[in-house]
Structure formats: C-alpha cells, structure tokens
C-alpha cells in the first residue's frame, strides 16, 4: 500500500503562484511515477503533469509553460509548481502514484491522495 496526501492548496488571484506537495509513504517511492490530475465541478478528472521513476516530466498543453513539477525521493515528494495562475485552474487536485511509468488517462493509477482544492479568482 501506498498513502499519498497533497497539500498546498488556496485562494489565490490571477497570476498568482502556488506549489503543492505530494507526500507519499509505506511503499518504495522512487520507483513509482506520480501524476498530478485536477477535477473542477461538472467537468471530467483530467492530466495535469506527470513525472516517472526516471524523472522524465510530461506536462498536459494547459500546463506547459507555467507548472513545474519536481520530485524528491529522499523526502518520498512531488511537487507541483504552478505560475501564472488561471481563473481556469480552479479545481481539486490530486497526486496519484503508478509503477513507473507515467499516463496521462487516470484510470490505471493504484494510489490517490485525498486531493487540494486550489481556487483562482479574476
């Protein structure tokens, strides 16, 4: 088993920055891959970054540019760096771990946090 629990989340403005965390524990962490997915209300659970046990990032287009993600396996973490926040980045995010390689559809990742909600006001 593993538990993940992000953290890092609030009410920003736009073109504000956040950097969330991604605090994994009970499994061996640095062979696992680790994706960061957000949901906003009524809409599907989509692929914001990813990074694989390798440490090759991937980013969705919405990302590129703005969000950096990082991870450090002698802290079990991922983080997620985000700048130049969007009104349209509002959502709950969630890191969810996978053996490593990265995807970028959702359904394949064993392991979930509880998620963050991140909230960007105009």
């Known amino acids: 088993q593993m538990q993940l629990v992000e953290s890092g989340g609030g009410l920003v403005q736009a073109g504000d920055s956040l950097r969330l965390s991604c605090a994994a524990s009970g499994r061996t962490f640095s062979s696992y891959a680790v994706g960061w997915f957000r949901q906003a209300p009524g809409k599907e659970r989509e692929f914001v970054a990813g990074?694989?046990?390798?440490?090759?990032?991937f980013y969705a287009d919405s990302a590129k540019g703005r969000f950096t993600i990082s991870r450090d396996n002698a802290k079990n973490g991922v983080y997620l760096q985000m700048n130049s926040l969007k009104p349209e980045d509002t959502a709950v995010y969630y890191c969810?771990?996978?053996?490593?390689?990265?995807?970028?559809?959702?359904?394949?990742?064993?392991?979930w946090g509880q998620g963050t909600q991140v909230t960007v006001s105009s």
């Open positions: 990074i694989n046990w390798a440490g090759t990032t």
């Open positions: 969810a771990a996978r053996h490593r390689l990265v995807i970028t559809t959702p359904n394949d990742y064993a392991y």
